[in-house]
């Protein structure tokens, strides 16, 4: 009687670790498809970015050409571009910091861009320039895109942070070492309108 009570308590623990440890792995396994989507979705917003590089670069090109242009404008592009590009995030470290920094460097090339275009106001040759225009449409077109990207992102890392932080996956979470991910914010200073004078 003993030793049946002892075979039929042994099974039973057996039977209750299978279920904790199956249960288990299916919380694993929802975590996997999460995390390769907004791995998947940051390649979209790196390539965005790629483009938009690449564009700066033929923009420069193409503003090098106008006689006398504000070297120094020129210059701040230049340098905003390659500290932007310099900036390398591994998609396994999409953490709040990390994308902090990515962001910021992204968003002095923007700052950049915007301040080349205001300059541009003032070469007339240059806004009637065919090529000069075709870049700056496509630039423009690379901005919406890349917002469009970056929601996406968003969305997705919100998808996976939630799954994550929910009890109890986040003991398997951080068992696998998943980490919760970063999120792109507005530039700072993007809730306050601009102030338009017509005066001038």
């Known amino acids: ?13 057996l039977a209750l670790i299978a279920i904790v440890v199956l249960w288990g792995v299916g919380i694993y396994n929802g975590i996997i498809p999460k995390n390769n989507a907004v791995n998947g979705q940051w390649g979209n917003v790196e390539t965005a970015y790629q483009k938009r590089a690449d564009l700066t670069d033929q923009l420069v090109a193409t503003v090098k050409g106008a006689r006398d242009f504000e070297q120094e404008t020129l210059t701040q592009v230049i340098e905003a571009r390659a500290k932007a590009t310099s900036v390398n995030i591994d998609p396994s470290n999409l953490d709040p910091a990390d994308l902090a920094k990515f962001q910021q460097a992204q968003d002095g090339l923007s700052s950049a861009l ?20 075709s ?27 939630n799954y994550i932080q929910k009890i109890p996956n986040n003991l398997i979470a951080g068992f696998g070492g998943f980490k919760e991910k970063g999120y792109f914010k507005a530039a700072e200073g993007a809730d306050q309108a601009p102030t338009i004078d017509f005066s001038k």
């Open 1 to 13: 009687m003993k030793k049946g009570c002892l075979v039929g308590g042994i099974a039973g623990l």
């Open 114 to 133: 915007s301040r080349l275009m205001v300059v541009v106001e003032r070469y007339p040759d240059l806004k009637s320039n065919q090529n000069f225009l």
């Open 135 to 161: 870049l700056q449409a496509s630039l423009e077109s690379m901005a919406d895109e890349i917002r469009f990207e970056q929601k996406k992102f968003n969305d997705t890392a919100q998808e996976y942070n």
